[in-house]
């Protein structure tokens, strides 16, 4: 039974909350709907893959006891009753601890070891155990991530696999992490791994009401993947900072149910004056002389766009890689799914129109395409998580090109195999043109070999491809300006392809990069459908509705109350210039404004803050398409 809160009871969080409010039938009926709507999405797992779940985390604690107990033996050479008790615990942290996961979610697990192994034991000894057990499958170690992680599927069930090192001789099944002491004299590494399930187990300890925090935040999850605004690593928010918002809310109305904690959710942080932190607990000090974040002492800290800081010490900044153009993205999304949930509070919308899918590659007219290749399965995973986590880079320097109001990632690389027969090929193909060899979508980390036939396809050269698009909103002309435009992106493009080819592990005989821009009719046409189905249906219902066949939005944009046209006067491409491309040379990447005869204006790199990206703008621009 929850306990309902009253005023001048103690509370949870750093201000009182906004209302003390129980639900009303009306709140509890359409908390109901969502919740149908969700099982409707197939969020819930089964009680069977449930209890599978549970009998692969029973296992992965008794393959750790064996683990340590053989490095004890086998590498330290100590006694039998030392090997015995020194023990070691597996934690779950992510979705599947706040109770999140979805069928086929994987399970971010935390191995806390005793201090007389190391973290080579981890990577060479464990691999191996795990490597003999006929349950592993898809086993890949990565020693060298930010956070070192061992993947595998395990009976079936994702697992990432990461490990902590604690200064204790002994690791009972008694422990827990919630002692700030644990972190004394431990790598940077192993607070980073422990950091995982400290703020997961945090933050459920800050929630009032867990039933209506895993029922909105699932809601908030679903919405953010299908706006495609679900990924840390470009520039939203990942999995611990949505929590962490939900969070907040929860505070603020701890006794509403999930659908009201999801409407407040919307409208509160479409408001919300960034950069403002949300915090779900005063900020602690502790025993260790590391960083925490503190805007007041470090610059860096000061210039986070979006600061939600995470409750278990070292507090960090979840989301110091928010731009200005993602950040402008996400506020218009926040300000859609607000206008839509008002709706369905009051009775006049449905819940599935919060989770329509996003119409990214129907919104803009021009698109920056990268495309990241190499020669081996195994080498184009590394390669292109590379590339991927250097996009956020990109996205900054176009941020400060004139006449570049939004530089939007997408949130995934498209990933393909081709199966070329010659050389030439394979050249063709590294640079972007698919239609040169048998091309096949695949999924990097899904376990396909090198050379693997498929459909009976085998070439001489396999080239794996990994393909990620950035969209660009063009600044409107204005409507007394003359002559014919340039958006030079030559510089932002050459410093990202000088950034990516500074990686270590970089050959430039077996990999290569590619940046191109291109307009939207020259998107491969399985990216397009979607949102050309949504073109046409929207078309057909506004036609029905008045008799009258819309503009299509292509033609149209509204900015600032004022109608724009998209296609005279503000050309992105014209068609002898939809070739140009960044290759592995660095060339000049100059992309022509509309020709209509005036002088040209090549844009110039500026302070960012001199050409901030209006909401409000936006805002129109997702309302009518671009």
């Not at 979705?95 to 697990?109: P, Q």
């Not at 376990?447 to 491809?465: I, M, P, R, S």
Request: proline letters at 4%.
């Amino acid at each position: 039974m929850a306990v309902v809160y009253k005023r001048g009871m103690p509370y949870l969080g750093v201000t009182e909350p906004i209302s003390y409010n129980e639900p009303s039938a009306n709140d509890l009926a359409v908390t109901d709907s969502l919740i149908k709507t969700l099982h409707d999405h197939g969020l819930f797992e089964s009680e069977e893959e449930a209890k599978r779940r549970e009998i692969v985390l029973g296992k992965l604690q008794q393959i750790v006891k064996q683990f340590v107990y053989r490095v004890c033996i086998e590498k330290r050479a100590l006694p039998e009753n030392v090997a015995r008790e020194a023990g070691g615990k597996i934690f779950t942290f992510g979705s599947y601890r706040l109770g999140v996961h979805g069928a086929g979610a994987d399970i971010d697990t935390l191995c806390v070891l005793p201090s007389m192994v190391t973290r080579e034991d981890f990577f060479e000894t464990m691999y191996e155990i795990l490597k003999e057990r006929e349950e592993v499958a898809e086993l890949t170690a990565v020693p060298d991530a930010y956070v070192p992680v061992i993947k595998m599927h395990f009976q079936g069930i994702p697992i990432d696999f990461v490990c902590a090192i604690l200064r204790l001789q002994k690791i009972p099944d008694t422990l827990e992490l919630k002692d700030n002491n644990l972190l004394r004299d431990i790598d940077e590494r192993d607070v980073r791994s422990l950091n995982g399930s400290r703020v997961t187990d945090e933050i459920l300890r800050l929630v009032p009401n867990v039933a209506s925090f895993r029922i909105a935040l699932r809601c908030i999850k679903l919405w953010a993947k299908q706006r495609a605004i679900y990924a840390n690593v470009l520039g939203f928010l990942g999995g611990v900072a949505w929590a962490m918002l939900v969070a907040r809310i929860c505070q603020l109305y701890p006794n509403a149910a999930a659908g009201t904690i999801v409407s407040k959710f919307f409208i509160i942080f479409f408001k919300w004056q960034w950069p403002q932190p949300v915090l779900l607990k005063i900020i602690e000090d502790g025993p260790l002389h590391v960083r925490v974040w503190n805007p007041k002492l470090y610059p860096a800290d000061k210039a986070h766009r979006m600061p939600i800081i995470t409750p278990a010490y070292p507090s960090m900044c979840s989301t110091h890689n928010v731009t200005q153009s993602t950040q402008t993205v996400m506020k218009a999304e926040f300000k859609r799914a607000a206008d839509i949930v008002d709706g369905i509070m009051v009775g006049t919308k449905k819940w599935d129109g919060l989770f329509e899918k996003h119409d990214f590659f129907g919104r803009y007219r021009y698109y920056i395409q990268i495309i990241a290749s190499s020669d081996s399965a195994e080498m184009q995973l590394k390669w292109s998580g590379m590339v991927e986590s250097r996009i956020r880079q990109l996205v900054m320097r176009l941020e400060v090109v004139e006449n570049l109001t939004l530089a939007h990632p997408f949130i995934k690389g498209v990933d393909k195999t081709h199966y070329c027969k010659t050389d030439e090929e394979a050249r063709e193909v590294a640079h972007g043109n698919f239609a040169a060899a048998t091309s096949v979508d695949i999924d990097l980390e899904g376990g396909k070999l090198d050379g693997e036939k498929v459909n009976g396809e085998d070439g001489k050269h396999n080239v794996y491809t990994t393909t990620f698009y950035i969209g660009l909103y063009i600044e409107p002309k204005q409507a007394d300006s003359k002559g014919t435009r340039k958006l030079d992106i030559s510089w932002p493009t050459r410093e990202f392809m000088d950034l990516v080819k500074a990686w270590d592990s970089y050959d430039e005989k077996r990999m290569a990069i590619v940046v191109q821009h291109l307009k939207s009719s020259a998107l491969p046409p399985e990216l397009t459908k979607d949102s050309e189905k949504k073109l046409k249906r929207s078309q057909s219902d506004k036609k029905q509705g008045n008799g009258e066949t819309p503009t299509s939005p292509k033609k149209k944009m509204k900015a600032d109350d004022k109608e724009l046209q998209a296609n005279d006067g503000n050309e992105l491409l014209d068609s002898s210039n939809a070739a140009k491309s960044v290759q592995g040379n660095g060339q000049s990447n100059i992309v022509v404004l509309a020709e209509d005869g005036g002088e040209s204006l090549v844009s110039a790199a500026k302070d960012s803050e001199s050409q901030p990206a209006t909401i409000e703008r936006v805002n129109d621009f997702y309302t009518a398409g671009p």
